[in-house]
């Protein structure tokens, strides 16, 4: 008969292979979605040509947005210094005894946005969200639980800014971590009190402004939190 530390074991097995499966259908459906904007938008810009021609209209074919905008290079990696000169505040908080239950109900979280509490089964997955909506925030709270780290903006951020959030997400944060991964990147859709925050499992960088000064911080945030949460599933699959 198994003892209770197998039986244990094995319920935590079973219940990472089930999130994992969840995670790869999920991830899967956003790819196909990627791709089919993809085409769409291909189809959309061949009869903008075609117009323009028929019309007489000069100049060259549009050329499709790749993403990301220049920033300052790293000046420094402490978090503490670094969110000081950018007028951001870190904080820790505690989690409770039942802040890791799935359920598959909404949640007033204590936090906005939230660090950690009951999440939806099936975790958001890692990536740049900007221009394809925003998960809920259920699945949110479930990528934390996994290590992940939040990057969110609020809505009506510059587009500038937001181009070079998106050149820093794609920064690989430490050795080990997949450049571009093990993070996301999200308008926020909580009305947080704050211009960005990110967040890890029981963490929080908030910032009243996007700055040049706030790449800094968010890169020493990401490069302190990433990883730390209860479970770890790597993603993507």
């Not at 790819?31 to 100049?59: C, D, E, N, Q, Y």
């Not at 598959?104 to 990536?127: E, I, L, M």
Request: charged fraction near 20%.
């Amino acid at each position: 008969m198994s003892s209770r530390k197998e039986e244990k074991e094995q319920r935590r097995a079973e219940r990472m292979a089930a999130e994992q499966q969840a995670a790869q259908g999920e991830a899967r459906k956003r790819r196909l979605g990627i791709v089919v904007a993809a085409v769409l938008g291909s189809a959309a810009v061949a009869a903008i040509v075609v117009v323009l021609v028929g019309a007489g209209g000069g100049g060259s074919e549009p050329t499709p947005s790749t993403g990301g905008a220049p920033v300052p290079p790293q000046r420094t990696t402490d978090l503490t210094a670094a969110a000081r000169a950018a007028g951001c505040q870190v904080r820790r908080f505690r989690p409770g005894a039942r802040d890791r239950e799935h359920v598959t109900r909404k949640v007033q979280y204590a936090h906005n946005p939230p660090v950690f509490g009951p999440h939806d089964p099936v975790a958001a997955s890692d990536g740049n969200y900007v221009g394809q909506g925003t998960p809920v925030k259920e699945k949110i709270v479930h990528a934390l639980e996994h290590g992940r780290t939040v990057i969110q903006y609020r809505p009506g951020t510059d587009p500038r800014r937001v181009a070079q959030l998106e050149t820093v997400l794609a920064e690989r944060p430490k050795p080990g971590v997949i450049s571009g991964y093990n993070a996301l990147l999200i308008e926020s859709n909580t009305n947080m009190p704050y211009a960005l925050a990110v967040t890890g499992w029981g963490s929080m960088l908030s910032c009243p402004a996007v700055s040049d000064t706030t790449f800094d911080a968010i890169r020493a945030f990401r490069t302190r939190f990433v990883d730390t949460g209860p479970e770890f599933i790597p993603q993507p699959q």
